[in-house]
């Protein structure tokens, strides 16, 4: 069996089977009214939907990092990516959560667990690149990780994760129309994308004297995306007018308020690759493009025979 079929025989089964089964443990949750229309923390026992929060997360690092180990870096993210937006589909709609929390309350919540899920991200990401080598290019062997983390507060390196945080608010506020889940998780998606996209750009010029790339787009992105998780949700408290649960009903809630900190974190996992693709795509096309409309070097021409 070639290992494009194997990898396809693992994402199938992320989507059918360990994607369900992870997933699926927080429709062991209720809201405070007895019904599905739940985040982690904001369920008639926020203590045991931390619980699950946090075992989710795990279980789905796990998978993705066996993935990463055998496949490579986008398809391991993209095994955690599925795992999380499994999860993601089974909380419940911002609206039907307003009509029993208060904006403020839901707000803060979703903004803690995106942040809980936004530290599991990253770490898993660095975790990726360690494994697969990917940190030799931003240091030396012998300093490798350690100098890896600390490029993180580099000014080029904030720079990316600022550019890729709004990208992915930008993005994200164009695709979340309405909250159905399935939407959230898909304007999570193009926000990951239009980060992985911005961050590649940005660091593209981040190169040291040996030519070699002193930020890592990937952890970049993933910084922007994490920041963009935490500070959105308090749009539904503050940007949602007066009344939020009203404007949500009347279909006016402001758009970055339907999602939570799962459509975020799977978007980002799923999307950032895709955007660094593009990104790596279009500046090749374009150093091509470039060279191929070089003109030849004047010279004489070689006399016919």
């Known amino acids: 069996m070639s290992r494009e079929f194997i990898r396809n025989i693992a994402v199938t089964l992320q989507l059918i089977l360990l994607g369900p089964l992870v997933g699926g ?27 699950l929060l946090v075992v989710v997360c795990v279980l789905s690092v796990i998978i993705g990092l066996v993935d990463g180990r055998v496949f490579g870096v986008r398809s391991g993210m993209r095994g955690m ?29 979703f903004a803690v ?27 030396s062997p012998e300093k490798g990780p350690e100098l890896a983390v600390a490029s993180i507060a580099r000014g080029a390196s904030l720079m990316a994760a600022g550019a890729a945080c709004i990208g992915g608010l ?16 898909f304007a999570g ?14 660091s593209a010029g981040s190169e040291s004297k040996s030519g070699e790339r002193t930020v890592d787009p990937v952890i970049s992105a993933c910084l922007g995306m994490a920041l963009a998780s935490v500070v959105a949700p308090f749009s539904i408290a503050f940007l949602s007018g007066p009344d939020p649960l009203a404007s949500a009903l009347a279909g006016k809630l402001f758009r970055l308020g339907h999602l939570n900190g799962l459509d975020w974190a ?7 690759p895709v955007g660094l693709g593009w990104a790596g795509a279009h500046a090749q096309h374009g150093e091509l493009a ?8 004047a010279g004489p021409t070689p006399a016919k025979s």
């Open 81 to 109: 990516g599925i795992i999380l937006g499994w999860a993601a589909i089974h909380t419940g709609r911002t609206e039907d959560i307003l009509r029993i929390n208060a904006p403020l309350m839901v707000s803060i919540k």
């Open 189 to 202: 998606m193009v926000g990951g994308i239009a980060a992985g996209a911005f961050a590649a750009i940005v």
């Open 113 to 139: 667990e995106a942040l809980i899920l936004s530290i599991g991200v990253v770490w898993f990401v660095r975790q990726l690149a360690v494994m697969t080598d990917r940190a030799e290019r931003l240091a």
């Open 290 to 297: 470039t060279n191929s409309a070089t003109p030849a070097p």
């Open 25 to 51: 443990l927080l429709t062991m949750l209720r809201a405070g009214d007895g019904g599905t229309s739940i985040s982690p923390l904001l369920s008639s026992s926020p203590a045991m939907g931390f619980i």
């Open 266 to 272: 799977a978007g980002a996992l799923v999307g950032i």
């Open 170 to 185: 930008v993005a994200a506020w164009f695709a979340a129309f309405h909250g159905a889940k399935g939407q959230t998780l």
